[in-house]
């Protein structure tokens, strides 16, 4: 392909993007394939030969399209968003048309410098105070590894990295059950081990982590031998929104002498909202990490993770590392790639100020609130269906809900609601038993796509009784 091909088909795939978007609420939210359908339609071998773009792009239609599930709909009420505002978008086409390798300043001194002040102007919308810093990771899952990874260095006098771990004693972490499963994936690639992960109980409304059971328990812990080394706290946890109480469990933390990480990976993008704060941000202050993501509910592009730092320090001396190759010389600069497990990057603070300054901050702002209210008002009309009930109050825009009868009869709902296409939503647990999750976040939802979906659920469950 040359150039004056690629401006061609650069435009009329612009033009099919639009139109996709534009007719997407027409299409079944989740793919209606079967396992193996779409593998079964591409050839077994690759083509000696170059094919016209013609016939790539109406393979893609016919093969590609029907086993794509669309997480741009507005009737995606599934897992959490990850939403894609249209200047996000586009921000992306130009990273990509750049195509830089961001590792380094000197390897594009912009990526670096507006990645920057990109992370400063979402520090200052969550209102967490001056002196944090942070770099902009691939995922939450990323920053909590590397979360992870600097409290194991810490606790082990930042030697582990150089000695291995084999004589440093059974390191503990510590946390709530409501954890999203990354945390435990990241103790287990840091080799701190699952059974050395710590999960204690929650309670209250907001289901927050007991902390006078977490405090007895790091006490029990070091009488017993084993090594504290870190507490992960959350902001809306991914099964039920759980919220635990910041303040006291950065009290433990400080008074244990332990790293604290906070993962609000999903609901972080709401404290962009002042009034949210007292119920869900009180006390954030003083967490030595802290993780949202922009390309959840906030409307940048997947991939797009904020990992803020009250003090870079303890992570770059867990994952910096500096080969002569990767020398900057003459000057003092920031090296992005000496924050994270990754060294390529790519230039992801260009959605953000490209999303911010479409959008304002007031605009991300109504977006958010009305998902708060339109959720309140759909877990009503649920709870007012003939047996059904609400497992877990709303907390933000997520709640769970139980239709009459078992956990099994819970699974059928949800696949024949999934099934039907209409809406998507998941099954979720709670107290030891099955429930449907509802959340409303998706970029360009309206209330009537969200109030229509009690209509589907009604239908549905008429049909399937």
């Given amino acids: 392909m040359n150039w004056d091909e690629f401006s061609i088909w650069g435009k009329k795939i612009t033009e099919w993007a639009a139109d996709y978007h534009k007719s997407v609420a027409e299409r079944s939210v989740r793919a209606q394939t079967s396992p193996g359908a779409i593998a079964a339609q591409l050839p077994s071998s690759p083509p000696v030969g170059g094919e016209a773009m013609e016939a790539i792009m109406g393979d893609f239609e016919r093969i ?23 200047p996000s978008m586009l921000a992306e086409m130009l990273v990509t048309t750049i195509a830089a390798q961001c590792m380094l300043w000197q390897t594009s001194p912009a990526a670096t410098e507006v990645e920057g002040v990109m992370v400063d102007w979402l520090r200052q919308a969550l209102d967490l105070p ?21 409290m194991r260095e810490r606790a082990t006098g930042f030697t582990g990295n ?18 999203h499963s990354s945390i435990d994936r990241a ?9 050395n992960l710590v ?11 007991d902390v006078e059971a977490l405090r007895r328990s790091i006490r029990s812990d070091r009488a017993a031998g084993h090594i504290p080394a870190g507490i992960i706290a959350i902001t809306g946890g991914t099964g039920i929104g759980a919220c635990d109480d910041l303040a006291p469990v950065l009290a433990v933390a400080q008074d244990e002498d332990l790293y604290t990480h ?34 959840k509910w906030l409307g940048a592009q997947f991939d797009c993770s904020v990992q803020f730092l009250r003090d870079a320090g303890p992570q770059l001396n867990t994952l910096k590392i500096e080969p002569e190759y990767l020398k900057t010389t003459g000057t003092e600069v920031t090296n992005y790639s000496e924050w994270t497990i990754p060294l390529g990057r790519r230039f992801r603070a260009l959605k953000i100020w490209f999303l911010i300054r479409a959008y304002g901050l007031d605009g991300l702002r109504s977006r958010i609130r009305n998902h708060v209210t339109w959720a309140a008002e759909i ?44 809406i998507y939503l998941t099954q979720g647990a709670f107290n030891g038993q099955k429930v449907i999750r509802f959340q409303v976040g998706q970029f360009d939802t309206t209330r009537n796509d969200v109030m229509m979906a009690a209509d589907v659920i009604q239908d549905v469950w008429r049909n399937l009784k």
């Fill in 187 to 195: 103790c287990w690639v840091a080799g701190i081990g699952q059974d």
């Fill in 162 to 179: 150089r000695e291995g771990l084999a004589t440093k004693g059974n390191m503990r972490i510590y946390c709530s059950d409501q954890v």
């Fill in 379 to 422: 877990c009503e009309e649920i709870r007012a269906m003939d047996g059904f009930e609400i497992v877990t109050e709303p907390i933000l825009s997520l709640f769970s809900f139980r239709c009459p009868g078992d956990d099994a009869t819970q699974q059928r709902l949800v696949d024949a609601l999934n099934d039907d296409g209409r």
């Fill in 64 to 86: 590609v399209m029907p086993g794509i599930t669309h997480w741009q709909h507005p009737r995606f009420f599934a897992y959490f968003p990850a939403n894609a505002a249209p």
């Fill in 199 to 209: 999960k204690l109980p929650t309670q209250g409304p907001r289901h927050t982590i």
């Fill in 130 to 150: 001056e002196g944090y810093t942070g770099v902009i990771q691939d995922s939450a899952s990323s920053a909590t590894l590397s979360a992870v990874l600097t």
């Fill in 262 to 295: 906070l993962d609000a990976a999903w609901a972080g993008s709401a404290m962009i909202c002042p009034e949210f704060h007292a119920d869900f941000w009180d006390g954030v202050d003083g967490f030595d990490s802290i993780v949202f993501n922009p390309h």
